[in-house]
């Protein structure tokens, strides 16, 4: 999306500082195991052989660290507290792994740790580092995102000064990090939309798709460009606002991809009455065709445009509020996971740490790291496959 102001691993401070790199960002390979201890750096081998297909086939379930790097309430590194939650430790990842998870999606705000000059700071770099190290380091796969970005709007007047910014900011992102195998997956943006208008979630229009589809190229392109392990890296691309209508998957156009490693994002809160419309329905019924139709219909659509032509796809956010209805959570969620594990596509539970107000998508008390619903926990973990039914 933006100017590359990072040509090498070496060529800014906070490469050099949480990269650990030399003459100019090429490393004796006999000194690599005791650069390895020292300074964090990562250098382990990536899987080339695999498809997209394959290589998501592996992903069960995913959870969302969702209200937290991606809060916005200051521009320090405070900020992963600005939204209610705590600070994130290692000891969540190890509870999200002994739930039944192996992936962890990360959403990450970048532009608040930005300067003028779209540097990322390097205290903020470090920290996302540090919390991606503590899923990685637990054999999780990982997602690393940008959300909740402000200068991302898919206008055409604002599509070059975007470009600039994604190309700057995944340069430096992908220096960090080029020396972490498959399981790290890099997803360019979340929900990228036309904010506060008409076509905001509607399936955008036709300049909001074009302009999504052109910075998703931007992505790829900036990150192949920084070689190492982001040459063959799995990337994911969104449609406009991640959208699961159809109008916006069809608008989607995959990137030009010298690895053919993209994955298709999606975010799928369905049925909306149920999962996520304040106020609307309580009830959620497998034998109704009332409640597994639109879920139904979103299958057959991923699987018509996506997944029967070989394009692997990941359900980016899912979930249903708490509405005091776990009974029916727990059959929804059940259902949910097992139709799209039936066409190859892994869902992640989005989760806010919000239990009793607003958007109630929490499920892990991440002060105890307990789990609140048992029985929705059950149905999750069945429906995906990650424990015997």
């Not at 081998?45 to 969302?64: Q, R, Y």
């Not at 798709?209 to 982001?230: K, M, P, S, W």
């Not at 958007?359 to 995906?384: C, S, V």
Request: hydrophobic share 35%; with cysteine; aromatic share 10%.
């Amino acid at each position: 999306m933006f100017k590359k102001i990072l040509a090498a691993v070496c060529a800014g401070a906070i490469a050099m500082s949480l990269a650990g790199c030399k003459n100019g960002g090429e490393t004796d390979s006999s000194d690599e195991t005791a650069m390895t201890e020292e300074s964090g750096v990562i250098s382990d081998e990536i899987d080339t052989a695999m498809t997209s297909l394959e290589f998501t086939a592996g992903i069960k379930v995913g959870w969302n660290l969702g209200n937290t790097l991606d809060a916005t309430g200051t521009k320090d590194i405070s900020s992963e507290k600005s939204w209610g939650n705590p600070q994130t430790t290692e000891e969540m990842m190890i509870a999200v792994k002994e739930a039944g998870f192996n992936a962890v999606r990360i959403p990450t705000s970048w532009g608040n740790h930005m300067d003028e000059n779209h540097n990322i700071a390097e205290d903020w770099m470090a920290r996302v580092k540090q919390v991606v190290d503590y899923a990685y380091n637990n054999d999780l796969y990982v997602i690393l995102n940008m959300h909740h970005e402000d200068w991302n709007y898919p206008y055409e007047d604002n599509k070059e000064a975007a470009s600039d910014i994604m190309s700057s900011a995944w340069t430096q992102i992908s220096e960090v990090f080029k020396g972490y195998d498959e399981r790290l997956i890099f997803e360019g943006m979340n929900e990228p939309r036309w904010v506060g208008t008409n076509f905001e979630w509607n399936g955008g229009n036709e300049e909001g798709h074009t302009v999504v589809n052109h910075l998703n190229q931007v992505f790829v392109d900036t990150v192949r460009a920084t070689g190492g392990n982001n040459a063959q890296r799995f990337l994911m691309v969104c449609p406009y606002a991640a959208s699961s209508s159809r109008s916006a998957l069809e608008a989607l156009e995959l990137p030009n991809d010298s690895a053919n490693r993209l994955i298709v994002s999606v975010h799928a809160y369905t049925p909306y009455s149920f999962a996520l419309q304040q106020g609307g329905s309580n009830k959620w019924l497998a034998d109704k065709d009332s409640s597994t139709r639109d879920i139904d219909y979103l299958v057959d659509t991923v699987n018509e445009l996506f997944t029967s032509k070989g394009t692997a796809v990941i359900i980016g956010e899912c979930g249903a509020m708490n509405k005091d209805n776990e009974e029916y959570r727990a059959e929804w969620a059940k259902y949910y996971m097992s139709k799209f594990k039936e066409i190859g596509i892994p869902c992640f539970l989005w989760d806010n740490g919000a239990f009793y107000s607003g958007e109630t998508f929490g499920l892990l008390d991440r002060y105890t790291n307990t789990w609140k619903y048992p029985d929705l926990m059950a149905g999750i973990m069945e429906g995906a496959g990650a424990v015997d039914g």
